[in-house]
Every structure is written in C-alpha cells, then in structure tokens.
C-alpha cells in the first residue's frame, strides 16, 4: 500500500548548487527516523567551478548527517579536525550529537572538472542521544556489503537489511540502500520496520501496477512489497522504527523547540567551533529565520 507520494522540490542552496528537495514534507515529516532527504544533482561542475557552490561552514545538533554519491566527488572537514573526501559509493557518516559543524567543498571539480550526482540524509537521533558526543566516520569497501542477483546489484549504506548488516553506527533500527536495476528486474523493499519508503533517483520502475518516475519518494505501508525496474533505474530503499516527533530550525534538529533556539542563539554568537582547516568563513544565521516546524 502507498502512503503518501512526494515530488522533490527544486532549492537553491547557493550559488550554482541546486538540490532535490524530498523530506521533509508538509504532510509527511519523517520515514523512521530518516528526517531530511536532498537529492543532488546531477549536475556538471566546471574546472574552475566559482567558489560560491562550496557549502561553507555550518552548524548541526541532534542529527547524524550521511552523504553518498552516484558519482563526483566533495571534500569534508569537521571541527573534530577530520577531513575527508566521499567519493562514488563510499559513506560519510557524521553525527552531530550536542554540536558539531563541517564544510563540504568542490574542490577536485575546481581543479578538474566533474560531474555531481547523490544523495545527502539526515538520521535524526533518538532522544536520548541527542546530545551525545559528535563523532565522524567514512566507508568503503567491506564497510558497505553488496550483492548481485538477477539484474539488481546492490550496495547497502546503512542498518540492516536483505540478511546483511553495514558498517556505519547507527543509533536506532533503520535501513538505507542502493539499488541499480536492470530493465525488468525486481527487488524487495525490505520489511520487518516500522516505516519504509523507496526514492527513484534515476529511471522508471513500476510499483502496485502503476509507472513511477524519476524524483519520487513513494512511502509505503507495511505489507510486503516489491518494485519492478521498466528501464534501467536507481533506487534508494530506506526506513526504520520511528524515533517520535522532530522539530527543524534552520540546520538544527531536535525533539526541543528551547534547544533549537539555544543551538541558534550559541552559533549567531560564536560558540561553536568551526573547522580548525576552514575556519576563514561561515553561513551565518538567517537574517528572518522561519518559526521552529
């Protein structure tokens, strides 16, 4: 059964970046506990790509931050002092916990040229990890299992999922994966979770008898369930158990409105630390933020 159908929805992030927006949406906030879902891309960077793209400095609480790429590639520094490129089919996991802050810039487009195409997530943290300690990690390799089975090759990002378990820690039950789909094939949407939904990045497939494209979400129930690809398609399956109800401000998510408005007041401020190897800039707190959602 079919929940509820997103669109992504065009944003503007700066400069020449422009993103797919999919959750969060007004009548459907979260799927598990997967709470922010932008789709980047595709999009031709030039060599000598205009600064103003990078996504500079900024702010995050209560939230874990997972960025995957179909291709391109985006350097990441943090306050913890990593720094770490995230390129095709690799993880980079960042929880933000009580606060941290990071960068990701295009600088391998500036120098060469590339083409960008991902996804980024946020996982919102159950309550009482908000405010753990901030924490990074990347995966590669045997860090992300992949399969191989009548025509569906498989890499699983994050949680448990098709007898397999990644290698990223998680916080809560949850499942994130990426499938490419050979005309005609067919794959399970994995069950046994509270909320699933699947995203198609590229192609069409078909679902209950009915053709999908490109840049939907379908949310589904919790029936067992499969898609058929009817070209050869991309599609992120993901969910989990809900982790209750979130609220959003700005970069900030959290199950408080105060600690909202605590995170905002402290980086408006100066309190939070920014990146010891990019720490020449920042986005600044919106002039007119939106009230607390």
Not at 231 to 254: A, K
Not at 282 to 288: A, G, N, T
């Amino acid at each position: 059964m079919i929940k509820m159908i997103i669109e992504q929805r065009h944003r503007r992030l700066g400069g020449g970046l422009e993103v797919g927006r999919v959750l969060p949406f007004a009548k459907q906030r979260m799927v598990g506990p997967f709470i922010f879902f932008d789709h980047m891309g595709p999009l031709d960077l030039p060599l000598g790509v205009d600064p103003g793209v990078d996504v500079r400095p900024h702010p995050h609480i209560g939230l874990s931050t997972v960025t995957y790429l179909f291709s391109g590639d985006v350097m990441h520094r943090d306050s913890l002092g990593y720094e770490q490129v995230v390129r095709p089919q690799e993880v980079n996991w960042m929880t933000a916990g009580r606060g941290i802050t990071h960068s990701e810039r295009f600088e391998h487009a500036r120098v060469h040229g590339d083409h960008l195409h991902g996804i980024q997530a946020w996982v919102a943290l159950p309550a009482e990890q908000e405010e753990i300690a901030p924490s990074f990690s990347h995966h590669a390799g045997i860090d992300l299992p992949q399969w191989d089975d009548a025509g569906v090759v498989g890499q699983l990002i994050a949680g448990s999922a098709y007898g397999l378990t990644a290698r990223a820690e998680t916080h809560s039950p949850l499942f994130y994966a990426h499938l490419d789909m050979a005309t005609g094939a067919s794959a399970e949407i994995p069950g046994g979770y509270e909320e699933r939904a699947f995203y198609i990045a590229t192609g069409a497939v078909e679902f209950d008898g009915t053709r999908y494209e490109s840049g939907r979400m379908l949310v589904l129930g919790s029936a067992a369930s499969s898609v058929r690809a009817l070209e050869p398609s991309r599609v992120m399956v993901l969910g989990g158990d809900s982790v209750g109800e979130r609220f959003i401000y700005w970069n900030f998510v959290s199950s408080s409105k105060d600690r909202l408005a605590q995170a905002a007041s402290d980086w408006k401020a100066g309190k939070m630390k920014l990146p010891d190897a990019d720490d020449r800039e920042f986005i600044p707190l919106p002039d007119e933020p939106a009230p607390f959602k």
